[in-house]
């Protein structure tokens, strides 16, 4: 049994290894623009391990910085994370007879990366696959925050880091994790529009830019998804 157990705690670690190297240059911007904008050493290591949330790091570091409202910076981030929401949702009927001991820390790791794991049928039904969601999760944890160390460190000590245009590393990352998931027609008629429409309300200069694109996608993926099953039903019901 203890094994079993270790081959999935191995696993988790080698299929996470990946995105922990590719979030690498973006750990290192959050921790440098920390310190760039004249947070302590303290309060830009404690980002990664609270919050753990690298989109939410970047904006909120800057919106600190800019003397934003309390409201706004709550709201933002709101927003920003309303996405692990649908995540948590999404898996609620696999994990909601778990005890507490495992609902509570999977939730805390389920970021975008873990949730992205997370599409097989049987993911977190048993224990084997709970100690390997907990691996892979745990793993991105760490190594985000050693990524945050270096950025820190190399924040105080070298020239600024924002201008090596790390924040690209931000895409790349969310390239990686939705192209595997485009598997139907609706999903990739979400992720069309969803990139069309995000490009043209940025260059509109539109603040909630993301949030529309992404209502949009939604939208556009469900009149798809609905236009599909009507279709299907149609010729069932013609034979």
């Not at 290192?28 to 760039?36: A, K, N, P, T, Y």
């Not at 097989?120 to 760490?142: D, E, I, M, P, T």
């Not at 201008?163 to 139907?184: E, H, R």
Request: glycine share 8%.
């Amino acid at each position: 049994m203890r094994n079993v157990k270790s081959i999935y705690i191995a696993k988790g670690l080698v299929d996470m290894m990946p995105l922990n190297l590719a979030v690498l240059p973006w750990g290192i911007l959050c921790g440098s623009l920390s310190i760039q904008r004249d947070f302590t050493a303290l309060e830009a290591l404690l980002m990664p391990l609270l919050v753990f949330a690298g989109a939410v790091q970047l904006v909120a570091i800057e919106l600190i910085a800019g003397n934003a409202s309390l409201a706004t910076i709550l709201l933002t981030t709101f927003i920003i994370s309303s996405r692990h929401f649908l995540y948590g949702l999404t898996l609620r009927e696999r994990m909601k007879n778990l005890p507490k001991k495992w609902r509570f820390p999977l939730g805390f790791l389920l970021t975008d990366e873990l949730f992205a794991f997370s599409g097989h049928r049987r993911s977190y039904q048993n224990k084997n696959r709970l100690y390997y969601a907990l691996s892979a999760g745990g793993s991105f944890y760490v190594t985000w925050f050693i990524w945050n160390l270096m950025g820190v460190l190399a924040g105080a000590l070298l020239p600024d880091l924002t201008q090596l245009g790390l924040d690209f590393a931000i895409a790349v990352t969310f390239i990686a994790l939705v192209i595997p998931g485009i598997k139907n027609l609706a999903i990739l008629i979400t992720v069309i529009v969803s990139g069309v429409l995000a490009t043209i309300f940025h260059l509109w200069q539109w603040q909630m830019a993301l949030i529309f694109a992404s209502l949009g996608g939604m939208a556009a993926g469900y009149l798809v998804f609905q236009w599909q099953h009507g279709s299907k039903s149609v010729n069932k019901g013609t034979r």
